[in-house]
């Protein structure tokens, strides 16, 4: 099987601006994708977060940078552009690894608020998470 860099995509929402909000939504999200992905942070690639314009008393790289094997991974901090009526307090993450899985095996992971975001996407991995 040949591995190739796929894209794992998540994203959740923080319950206020502070810094503890903020680490337990990332930390729940992070969680979520290794979980769902059996994921095994030697073959991460980058992973890039952005976050809304509301959201700035912590990186969301930091709560990465702090898990266990994540000290090698490239992360980079981004903050979203501000649209109007888009969803509040939301933190998003693109995670590349080196994988021999096909995309349509990648489960991406929605959690909090932002479940509203990609609902064909929570929908598909709720059954394949069964």
């Not at 979980?35 to 912590?58: G, H, K, M």
Request: hydrophobic fraction near 40%.
């Amino acid at each position: 099987m040949a591995w190739k860099v796929r894209a794992i995509r998540g994203a959740t929402t923080a319950t206020h601006n502070s810094k503890d909000a903020i680490y337990r939504a990332v930390k729940e999200l992070i969680d979520e994708i290794e979980r769902r992905n059996q994921l095994d942070p030697a073959e991460i690639v980058s992973a890039i977060f952005t976050a809304t314009p509301d959201l700035n008393v912590i990186f969301p790289a930091t709560v990465a940078r702090d898990r266990p094997q994540w000290e090698n991974v490239p992360l980079l901090d981004l903050q979203q552009m501000q649209v109007e009526g888009s969803l509040k307090r939301c933190i998003r993450v693109l995670i590349q690894i080196n994988t021999p899985l096909p995309q349509d095996e990648i489960i991406h992971v929605y959690l909090g608020e932002a479940k509203n975001l990609r609902p064909d996407w929570n929908l598909a991995q709720i059954a394949q998470s069964r």
